[in-house]
């Protein structure tokens, strides 16, 4: 695990040229860069030792930007995600935006932009100061989704084929890792991490479907 106090920004592009550049520009503001050359072996990493930021090219060969995002944020669901994209890919960028990125910036990156748009999110995104970067095992980010739906210790593990031992386990491991002590503190946090889909925007989506149906 991390024992500097140097925040810990991962890097995923396919292009070794961007990945030199943008590591080097990113040492400037006095952190710890490790890149990627694509998702599958970031989130190897992820989910072993963790990171403060995630930044990601949005386009790239197998698992995209968008992919890597969504997986990355089932094992750590605080981690601010910074997604770099080309100009054409503008709606694709806001979709990512609206699935969880902290943010966006276009390519080709401007030097002093990037790197004061990373310095406001590590400062600014509340979920650094809040939780820690120590990632969910990919066990425990399946058994907190069943939490969040409502269910027991022992309907989680007749639907895992697990012991009901093991889920209160992995039950106790979650809420250490968002720092609660009942169930009703971790669906606050989870909520707060937009991991929950709330009424208001279960019902919006409704009447979506009920006029296109109507049309």
Same mark, same amino acid.
């Given at each position: 695990?991390? &024992?500097?106090?140097? &925040?810990?920004?991962?890097?995923?592009?396919?292009?070794?040229?961007? #990945?030199?550049?943008?590591?080097?520009?990113?040492?400037?503001?006095?952190? &710890?860069?490790?890149?990627?050359?694509?998702?599958?072996?970031? /989130?190897?990493?992820?989910?072993?030792?963790?990171?403060?930021?995630?930044?990601?090219?949005?386009?790239?060969?197998?698992?995209?930007?968008?992919? /890597?995002?969504?997986?990355?944020?089932?094992?750590?669901?605080?981690?601010?995600?910074?997604?770099?994209?080309?100009?054409?890919?503008?709606?694709? $960028?806001?979709?990512?935006?609206?699935?969880? $990125?902290?943010?966006?910036?276009?390519?080709?990156?401007?030097?002093?932009?990037?790197? #004061?748009?990373?310095?406001?999110?590590?400062?600014?995104?509340?979920?650094?100061?809040?939780?820690?970067?120590?990632?969910?095992?990919?066990?425990?980010?399946?058994?907190?989704?069943? /939490?969040? =739906?409502?269910?027991?210790? #022992?309907?989680? $593990?007749?639907?895992?084929? #697990?012991?009901?031992?093991?889920?209160?386990?992995?039950?106790?491991?979650?809420?250490? &890792?968002?720092?609660?002590?009942?169930?009703? =503190?971790?669906?606050?946090?989870?909520?707060? /991490?937009?991991?929950?889909?709330?009424?208001?925007?279960?019902?919006?989506?409704?009447?979506?479907?009920?006029?296109?149906?109507?049309?």
């Amino acid at each position: 695990m991390k &024992k500097e106090n140097k &925040k810990y920004i991962y890097f995923v592009d396919d292009e070794p040229t961007v #990945r030199k550049v943008i590591s080097e520009t990113l040492e400037q503001l006095d952190v &710890k860069v490790t890149c990627f050359a694509g998702g599958p072996e970031c /989130l190897e990493q992820i989910e072993s030792q963790g990171c403060d930021m995630l930044i990601t090219d949005l386009k790239m060969p197998g698992m995209d930007g968008l992919e /890597l995002m969504r997986k990355a944020k089932e094992l750590a669901p605080w981690l601010p995600v910074l997604v770099i994209t080309a100009y054409g890919d503008i709606p694709l $960028a806001v979709k990512t935006v609206k699935s969880g $990125a902290a943010d966006f910036i276009e390519k080709p990156l401007e030097k002093e932009t990037f790197l #004061r748009k990373v310095h406001t999110i590590l400062q600014n995104n509340p979920h650094i100061k809040k939780y820690p970067s120590k990632p969910l095992t990919k066990s425990e980010s399946q058994i907190l989704k069943y /939490l969040i =739906d409502g269910k027991n210790n #022992r309907e989680i $593990a007749e639907s895992l084929h #697990r012991s009901v031992r093991t889920i209160e386990v992995h039950r106790y491991r979650i809420m250490q &890792k968002f720092n609660v002590e009942s169930i009703v =503190d971790l669906i606050k946090k989870a909520a707060v /991490l937009g991991l929950i889909e709330m009424p208001n925007n279960k019902k919006s989506q409704a009447q979506k479907r009920r006029k296109k149906n109507n049309k």
